[in-house]
């Protein structure tokens, strides 16, 4: 039995996590589930620890690293690990979309997911350049877009933590 959904209207049909599972899929990628694993939670972290970092410098913390310099080191390794960490994570789905679908706050992680990506591809096609030309304070929609895309992160990395463990069976005193 599953542990009660939280956002039932968010729920993925069974029939449709049911129709999608392959066991010959699942006993193929089995030897390699934990590294295949352990690289979707090492990219997953490098890519929130990055996306941070470059967040916090949109809202104006430590103001004087200039932001062209940051951003042409620090997005390729953004992309790099959001790739790694999207592809593996469609692994890991398909392994067993039944057990993960199932998660309750699976369907709002892949929402807030959705979102970050929206935000960030009209981050850059609205305000980066501003960004980039700002000299002293970012303009108020650069550090609009930063929170934006912080909170939106730290959300998807909530519902990330919240999948993992089920609702406790017994509550300790």
Aim: proline share 6%.
């Amino acid at each position: 039995m599953t542990d009660p959904h939280p956002l039932p209207f968010l729920r993925i049909p069974f029939d449709v996590l049911i129709a999608l599972a392959d066991r010959h899929f699942q006993f193929a990628l089995q030897p390699y589930h934990f590294l295949i694993r352990l690289i979707h939670v090492l990219t997953a972290a490098a890519f929130f620890g990055g996306i941070v970092l470059f967040d916090l410098r949109l809202m104006g913390v430590r103001g004087t690293v200039p932001l062209k310099s940051f951003a042409e080191h620090t997005l390729p390794w953004l992309y790099v690990t959001f790739g790694v960490a999207f592809a593996t994570g469609i692994l890991l789905f398909f392994y067993d979309p039944v057990h993960v679908g199932s998660h309750g706050y699976f369907t709002l992680k892949l929402i807030l997911l959705a979102i970050g990506l929206a935000n960030a591809a009209l981050f850059r096609r609205t305000s980066y350049v501003a960004a980039l030309a700002a000299e002293s304070a970012m303009p108020l929609k650069v550090r609009i877009g930063g929170a934006v895309s912080l909170a939106v992160w730290v959300g998807v990395m909530a519902c990330a933590c919240l999948n993992t463990e089920g609702v406790p069976k017994v509550f300790l005193r």
